[in-house]
């Protein structure tokens, strides 16, 4: 009894990890033809080094990152808002990382490989669609464009689609499935500069009302001389804007001129974004909760699942905790009424029953009350203008319960933790 994954990524990835962990055998489809370090910053928070842990690479990625210290939030003045400890620095056992996003990718493939064996690991496969024969399904045949030109018919008992934002799978079960686009926008890229604050703070600045810029360290001495590599990303809202393009490099005029005069003295942001050589421009997604994930013997992890906007730093977190779950429900119900398809097929639909609600009112609470809000509460009560002190506005302990609420939502809260 085999599980078949299509695509590769985060959530593939950890979900291949727990299956081996629980003896289950299963075997990995993905698209690109070479798995290469892609991206930029992915920020780890502590439920998902909590499950990596589990699986055992976090020692692995600990060293390839940067331990976050606090987070701090700023309004558009560069004016001092809000700051907490984060990760093990605030009582967690798992700490919260910042780092490369192609280095996380990496280690978990590496991994996958090493314990699976490549053989069950199926480079340049782009899933195109599917076919099941019943229902209950005992059989899947998977469409398969290869990296060579050819095409290829899978067969498959159990499907677990980890296509991503775009999944072709998703695609064929909701035709008029698209991504929900609300005006936002956002600039990606990575600079080398000398730490900022701690040298391990995760900072926001702004909101995208206003232009907003969340900055974090991902490498440290990145060049033998103490600087560091500084992720950022800037993102800015405006009703009639068109999409950023996914696939295009992102233009510094397209996004400047909001940031020209965000010079501090603890930080010149233009001449931080300036200082990168590449920029990417991403249309900042996602999609409307679904009622259903699991359909007969096929269902959905991940991004492709629910896919939410980068505002929590939960969309990876998410991903590796559906993973761990759906592993979980199989080894339930495999020892509980066999490891056959019809015995996997409940465990795709317990899976469900337990994720689609919580991962649900993460989307919803990203685009409604993230932890940006905070910012956006110090704007409300200063009208849009510089501040005396924060304190005269709204006390440090209003501005943690924002920060508190989210972390419930998202199921990151200290009392929900393992300890
Ligand atoms: C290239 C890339 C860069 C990213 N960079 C960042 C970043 O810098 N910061 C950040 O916070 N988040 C980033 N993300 C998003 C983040 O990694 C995901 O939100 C999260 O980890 C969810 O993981 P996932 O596995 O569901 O989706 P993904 O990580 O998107 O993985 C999906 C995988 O499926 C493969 N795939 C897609 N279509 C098919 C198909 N039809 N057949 C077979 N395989 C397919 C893809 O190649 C990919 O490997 C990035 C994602 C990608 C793919």
């Known amino acids: 009894m085999k599980i078949t994954i299509v695509g590769g990524g985060i959530a593939g990835l950890s979900f291949a990890l727990n299956l081996h962990a629980r003896g289950i055998d299963c075997e990995v489809y993905e698209s690109v033809p070479e798995v290469k370090e892609i991206g930029v910053g992915i920020t780890i928070l502590p439920h998902a080094s909590a499950e990596l842990s589990k699986l055992g690479v976090l020692e692995k990625l600990e060293p390839l990152g940067i331990e976050n210290l606090e987070s701090v939030f700023f309004n558009r003045y560069g004016q001092f808002v809000y700051k907490e400890l984060r990760g093990r620095h605030s009582g967690y056992k798992t700490p919260e990382l910042g780092m490369h996003r192609g280095r996380l990718h990496r280690v978990l493939y590496d991994a996958v490989l090493q314990r699976l064996g490549a053989a069950k690991v199926h480079t340049g496969y782009r899933c195109t669609g599917f076919k099941q024969t019943a229902e209950p399904a005992t059989g899947v045949e998977l469409f398969m464009d290869l990296a060579d030109g050819s095409q290829r018919v899978v067969p498959a008992s159990v499907v677990v689609a980890c296509d991503g934002v775009n999944s072709a799978i ?80 992102g233009r510094l005029e397209d996004f400047l001129p909001t940031f020209e005069d965000w010079r501090y003295d603890w930080l010149d942001v233009p001449a931080l974004i300036q200082a990168s050589d590449h920029i990417l421009e991403y249309p900042m997604v996602d999609k409307d909760p679904l009622k259903q994930w699991t359909f007969g013997a096929i269902t959905l992890m991940g991004d492709a699942a629910h896919p939410m906007y980068p505002r929590g730093s939960n969309g990876s977190a998410q991903a590796i905790i559906d993973a761990r779950t759906l592993a979980d429900c199989i080894q339930n119900s495999f020892a509980s009424d066999g490891a056959n398809p019809t015995s996997a097929t409940h465990a795709l639909k317990d899976y469900e029953s337990k994720r689609l609600e919580p991962t649900a009112k993460v989307v919803k609470t990203n685009r409604t009350l993230p932890p940006d809000a905070i910012i956006m509460k110090a704007d409300e009560l200063s009208k849009g203008q510089p501040f005396r002190s924060i304190d005269d506005l709204i006390s440090q302990d209003e501005l943690r319960q924002i920060s508190e609420n989210y972390k419930q939502i998202a199921g990151f809260a200290l009392s929900a933790t393992p300890t």
């Open 170 to 249: 998703r695609k064929q079960l909701y035709p008029d499935d698209q991504v929900a686009f609300a005006g936002i926008n956002t600039w990606r890229g990575v600079s080398i500069h000398k730490p900022i604050l701690s040298g391990k703070s995760y900072i926001r600045i702004g909101s995208i009302e206003t232009g907003k810029m969340v900055i974090y360290p991902i490498i440290d001495n990145v060049d033998g001389k103490g600087n560091q590599l500084i992720n950022w990303v800037a993102e800015i809202q405006e009703d009639q804007a068109a999409m950023n393009d996914w696939n295009k490099p």
